[in-house]
């Protein structure tokens, strides 16, 4: 049996422990194999594997494939991880229950009738997709973190979805919510989504098999990147002058119409659930409203529609070639080390580049969504508490961060060298001044009683001990 501690963030008081054999981690990877990944598991032994050594370098073995896998942003989020890392808060059947209450919903409502699940189609846990006789597609989804909203202006604002037109906003067919989940229907698209488009991907298939090793990469051609990107960026434009707060941006929300992009999921922030790159955009202070972090998720996606891929890693240092160097300008502008040091440009800015400036949009279909007043200022004030546990959140890690360098300066193998060297020098220097100090009291001794005087002999003081500084480096 092996002992592994997990922890949740940068607390530890966040953390726990699990117990798991190697046979726990063999059925964990053949789980995963979905994805296509070559995962480096270390391999089985039937003879000699109770040997101390062999253990010994299992242990490192197992300890490097849970960092492969935690390190990877898709699997790291994927339900047979987090419960095998996490099994007191993972342990639940959610399709099970998604479809109980999709059952007892419809009931009621004759029109709809559930005809499977789409299992694992998407890459939220608790957010479940069905398939209806009729083809259309509902969510079960439950409340994240980020629910700020009243439950009387949450099931308000979540049936006012479907009253939403926009030429580049999928049309949600029914909504409705109560005090802990909400459920809408959307027509299914047979052609899928965006990602699906770019990884040439198969809709209903799960998301590890579709996305987490795509067997061509190939970006899109200029013209759907200048198009796709200028539709995206004016339905986000509309969005923030309506002061709806979206901040769930990437290609798996951005279903294809034809020509067409078409954005999904509005409903994700009036749930409060966390947005696909937050691991990202939480890293950078300047990424604080949901306006920018809107614009740094475009980055993300412009890069995937330019490459066929995601950034290895974020900020970027350099940018492969380009169809444009204008896409290097957005990118650069969004994903750059300088970008995400020093804040985003907003959606008017980036429309007004030569990337999107000159593309032609044909649609003429005139945008409604008409929102009270009382319901505005109530997604005002929940916008400001999403942006507040943010800019919290950002605080705290930036503040981990420097504990975490300033540990790991002072506790390198240098830096204790330098410091061993300062503390031989002060103590000679200790010594050499109480040694100068004893011959001088000496001295003085000498001549008072050669001078007559009748002090008494003074008894030479015994040098001083250097004074030591010692710092506990904790590891």
């Keep these: 049996e092996y002992i592994i501690r997990v922890q949740r963030g940068i607390s530890v008081e966040n953390s726990w422990q699990i117990v798991r054999r190697y046979s726990d981690f063999d059925l964990l990877n053949n789980s995963l194999q979905i994805a296509g990944l070559s ?7 039937l003879i000699g594997n109770m040997d101390r050594e062999f253990i010994a370098e299992r242990q490192k073995g197992l300890q490097n494939y849970l960092n492969v896998i935690t390190t990877n942003h898709i699997l790291s989020n994927c339900e047979l991880v987090k419960k095998f890392l996490d099994p007191n808060n993972y342990s639940a059947n959610y399709t099970e229950i998604a479809l109980q209450q999709v059952s007892m919903f419809f009931r009621s409502e004759p029109k709809w009738e559930v005809v499977e699940p789409l299992k694992d189609i998407g890459w939220r846990i608790r957010k479940k997709y069905f398939l209806m006789k009729i083809k259309n597609q ?3 989804a439950d409340l994240g973190p980020d629910k700020y909203l009243s439950d009387k202006d949450f099931q308000c604002l979540i049936k006012l979805l479907p009253s939403c037109l926009h030429p580049y906003i999928y049309r949600v067919t029914f909504a409705t ?4 989940s909400a459920l809408l ?3 299914f698209n047979e052609k899928g989504t965006l990602k699906d488009l770019i990884y040439k991907a198969k809709p209903k298939d799960p998301f590890l098999k579709k996305y987490c090793n795509p067997k061509k990469i190939q970006g899109l051609e200029l013209q759907q990147i200048k198009t796709y990107g200028r539709q995206i960026l004016e339905v986000l434009k509309f969005l923030h002058d309506k002061g709806f707060p979206y901040g769930h941006l990437h290609a798996s929300n951005v279903m294809l119409d034809g020509d067409t992009c078409r954005l999904l999921d509005l409903e994700n922030s009036l749930l409060g659930l966390p947005a696909f790159y937050r691991s990202y955009f939480s890293q950078f202070r300047k990424i604080n409203t949901l306006e920018s972090v809107d614009v740094h998720c475009f980055g993300h996606l412009l890069y995937e529609m330019t490459y066929g891929r995601p950034p290895d890693s974020v900020p970027v ?4 070639p380009a169809p444009s160097m204008a896409v290097v300008a957005v990118l650069e502008s969004t994903l750059s080390c300088e970008a995400c040091k020093n804040g985003m440009p907003t ?9 999107f400036s000159d593309v032609l949009l044909t649609t003429f279909e005139k945008p409604q969504f008409k929102i009270p007043t009382k319901l505005k200022e109530a997604l005002r004030i929940a916008k400001e508490c999403i942006e507040k546990r943010l800019i919290e959140e950002q605080k705290q890690i930036h503040q981990h961060r420097r504990l975490t360098r300033a540990q790991s300066h002072h506790g390198s193998e240098e830096e204790r060298k330098k410091r ?12 050499l001044e109480n040694s100068e100090e004893h011959s001088a009291k000496y001295n003085n001794s000498n001549n008072s009683a050669g001078s007559g005087a009748s002090s008494p002999l003074t008894s030479p003081s015994s040098p ?5 500084s010692v710092e506990h480096a904790p590891f």
């Design 177 to 180: 919510a109560n005090e802990s």
């Design 464 to 468: 001083t001990p250097p004074s030591t």
């Design 317 to 320: 240092d350099s940018f492969p």
């Design 347 to 355: 959606v008017s800015r980036l429309l007004q580049m030569p990337l």
């Design 420 to 431: 061993k060297i300062l503390a031989r020098k002060k103590s000679k220097r200790s010594a």
């Design 39 to 45: 995962l480096p598991l270390p391999p089985k032994k």
């Design 138 to 140: 509902p969510k079960e």
């Design 185 to 187: 229907i959307r027509m």
